[in-house]
Each structure stands twice: as C-alpha cells, then as structure tokens.
C-alpha cells in the first residue's frame, strides 16, 4: 500500500475513498459523537474559568474577587479568592484566603481556608488556618495548624446558649495540706 520511494510523477498510490473495500455493517465506522458533559453533583457550581500567572511573571500587589487562580510565577501580596492553586513553580509572599488552596510551590505568610492541601513538592512557610488540613509525605511545613472552628446549623444554635464553665483558679490550690511524699521530713504549715 505505501512504497518507500517518491514516485517521480507525484503519485503516492494512496486509494481514494472509492477504492476502498465496504466494512460489514457491524464494523461499520460511526462518526465519532461529542462526549457527553459530566454528570455533576447537587454540590456548588464552580466557575470553570482558571486565571493563571504564568511561569516567569512576576505581579506585586493583591488579588481578590470571586474566581479562581493558579500561580505558576511569582506573587507578592495578598490573595482572597474562591480557590487558589500555588504550581511547582509559583510562589506566593502574602496571605491567601480562599475556600480551597492546593499548594504544590511555595508560600510565605499565612494560608486560611475551608480545605487546604499541601502536596509533596509544597514549601509554606506560615500559620495555616483550615477546617480541613491534607499534608502529603515530602511536604515541608513551618509553622502553626490552626483548626477553624466550623459554624453551627441556625437550628442548633437557637436551643440554648452553651452554660459557661466555672472560673479556675490560675494555679491549683489543695484544701488541705498535702503531707510531703518523703517520710521523715515534716510539713511547713503557710499562713493563708
């Protein structure tokens, strides 16, 4: 069917469609349908539009809004967005706020989130804030975990009030004496 050599008449003996033998009717090529979106879940609808600072770019100042960013450069200030993705080769030095944050570069400053990830090739440097933490092996993390607390349901909140815990002494104050836990030595009463 192909021949290895140019044909000097500029014929690559190639069929044609009329040249071709019929498929049997189970064979038979269908054309090829667009693939079917993907069945999403009762979950929050996400913007599917992904703003990215490319490898290379460096941006100085802060960033907020409502939509997504990947960081593949080098950003210094702030960040407040929805979800907020840090690439191998992005760096961020500021304080991220976002409801999701993927890290796989590095942070400097403080990273508060409802979901945040820290992937193996991650290097933050600063106080995490989270209702969910995910450390990969290989990660490295300097800094604290903060456990944000999650908001209670309206209908939990509105029973009652939780009752307040008695006032603690800052330093424990026995009732009585205590005898000293070595024999022979007597106790030093102190005046109250």
């Given at each position: 069917?192909?021949?290895?050599?140019?044909?000097?008449?500029?014929?690559?003996?190639?069929?044609?469609?009329?040249?071709?033998?019929?498929?049997?009717?189970?064979?038979?090529?269908?054309?090829?349908?667009?693939?079917?979106?993907?069945?999403?879940?009762?979950?929050p609808v996400r913007?599917?539009?992904?703003?990215?600072?490319?490898?290379?770019?460096?941006?100085?100042?802060?960033?907020?809004?409502?939509?997504?960013?990947?960081?593949?450069?080098?950003?210094?200030?702030?960040?407040?967005?929805?979800?907020?993705?840090?690439?191998?080769?992005?760096?961020?030095?500021?304080?991220?706020?976002?409801?999701?944050?993927?890290v796989r570069g590095?942070?400097?400053?403080?990273?508060?989130?409802?979901?945040?990830?820290?992937?193996?090739?991650?290097?933050?440097?600063?106080?995490?804030?989270?209702?969910?933490?995910?450390?990969?092996?290989?990660?490295?993390?300097?800094?604290?975990?903060?456990?944000?607390?999650?908001?209670?349901?309206?209908?939990?909140?509105?029973?009652?009030?939780?009752?307040?815990?008695?006032?603690?002494?800052?330093r424990y104050q026995?009732?009585?004496?205590?005898?000293?836990?070595?024999?022979?030595?007597?106790?030093?009463?102190?005046?109250?």
């Amino acid at each position: 069917m192909f021949n290895r050599s140019k044909p000097e008449d500029g014929n690559f003996n190639i069929p044609s469609m009329s040249d071709r033998t019929p498929q049997p009717e189970g064979r038979a090529l269908e054309p090829a349908r667009p693939a079917a979106p993907p069945a999403t879940s009762s979950g929050p609808v996400r913007s599917t539009n992904l703003s990215t600072l490319t490898a290379g770019v460096r941006y100085e100042g802060n960033i907020s809004g409502g939509g997504d960013l990947q960081v593949d450069g080098t950003l210094k200030g702030d960040v407040r967005l929805s979800r907020v993705i840090i690439g191998e080769s992005g760096s961020i030095e500021g304080s991220i706020t976002a409801d999701q944050v993927e890290v796989r570069g590095r942070v400097s400053g403080s990273i508060t989130g409802k979901a945040v990830r820290l992937l193996a090739t991650a290097r933050v440097e600063g106080d995490i804030t989270q209702e969910q933490l995910a450390i990969e092996p290989g990660a490295w993390f300097q800094g604290r975990s903060i456990q944000a607390k999650r908001e209670l349901p309206l209908a939990a909140a509105s029973i009652e009030p939780p009752m307040e815990a008695p006032a603690k002494p800052e330093r424990y104050q026995p009732e009585k004496p205590v005898p000293p836990a070595m024999p022979g030595i007597k106790a030093e009463a102190k005046p109250a």
